[in-house]
């Protein structure tokens, strides 16, 4: 371990199962974590891992295996741990990645059927992936880390089921830490707010003025920009890696979007793109 830490890799010989890892944050997440000397299991819905389980590998350092999963289906989420444990042998770091924004959805056009759905991909399959998880990362004293937003704490204009899911994760990330603090697992989440990921720009692709809504993401921030895939994997293998006296925390990285007075009036501001 010593070896490993004058080398920079802080999480040498880690087992960690990232859900949703083919792209975004996702896939910034595994990067990092091999580049610091993690071994990997990843997943997503697709058939093939593609360039993905190339990249990692030509890194040297860590492992990554890539598994099909659609995170919907609890059968699917057992397998994926099964293979995990399979391949590795034992498991240090849960990383609930994956879900979805679905573009606006006003509650007058929204069934109950949409907002299952969209319930089952964000915020249970979560649960379940924990739940499975669990059994193992008790053996080592691990943790697990959920992917949650900003939006969970301040909403967001013609979103309402998306928040509802997110903020439902931040809340389940107390209570799991409550819980399973008797283990000595830690469960912590982050709340990303406006991040450049392919997810928004394909959003941004499909307004009506492109540049106007990456502009108004930009702006949303203090800081003036968006954050990146790279600054939330950081995030998440500090909390994996060296926050071992936090468990229960919501880590916000939102280049304070949350902070200051705007102009909020819905009445005066309905035509407005970005909210």
């Not at 490993?4 to 040498?12: D, K």
């Not at 990303?192 to 540049?211: H, K, L, R, V």
């Not at 939330?232 to 919501?250: K, N």
């Not at 990285?253 to 200051?260: K, M, P, V």
Request: charged share 20%.
């Amino acid at each position: 371990m010593a070896s490993a830490a004058a080398a920079g890799r802080r999480y040498s010989e880690r087992v960690a199962l990232v859900t949703g890892g083919t792209g975004g944050i996702g896939r910034a997440v595994v990067r990092l974590f091999v580049q610091n000397g993690a071994r990997v299991v990843t997943c997503a819905k697709e058939e093939a891992a593609g360039d993905l389980e190339k990249e990692m590998k030509a890194m040297g350092v860590g492992e990554c295996f890539y598994v099909t999963c659609d995170v919907t289906k609890e059968c699917d989420i057992k397998r994926l741990v099964e293979e995990t444990l399979k391949r590795f042998g034992r498991l240090d770091c849960l990383v609930n990645n994956a879900g979805w924004h679905p573009p606006e959805q006003m509650i007058d056009d929204t069934s109950a059927d949409d907002f299952r759905a969209l319930l089952d991909f964000n915020l249970l399959s979560c649960f379940l992936t924990a739940k499975y998880s669990l059994p193992h990362l008790r053996k080592t004293q691990g943790n697990i880390i959920n992917v949650s937003s900003l939006v969970g704490i301040i909403g967001q204009s013609h979103a309402i089921p998306y928040v509802s899911t997110k903020g439902a994760i931040t809340a389940m990330t107390k209570a799991m830490a409550v819980d399973e603090s008797k283990y000595g697992v830690r469960v912590n989440c982050i709340s990303p707010g406006n991040i450049w990921t392919p997810m928004w720009q394909e959003f941004a692709s499909s307004a009506p003025d492109p540049a106007a809504m990456i502009q108004g993401g930009k702006d949303a921030q203090l800081t003036g920009r968006m954050g990146t895939p790279e600054e939330c994997a950081q995030a998440v293998l500090y909390l994996a890696a060296e926050a071992t006296f936090c468990t229960g925390i919501d880590l916000i990285l939102s280049g304070g979007a949350e902070l200051n007075y705007a102009i909020k009036n819905q009445q005066r501001n309905r035509s407005s793109i970005y909210n």
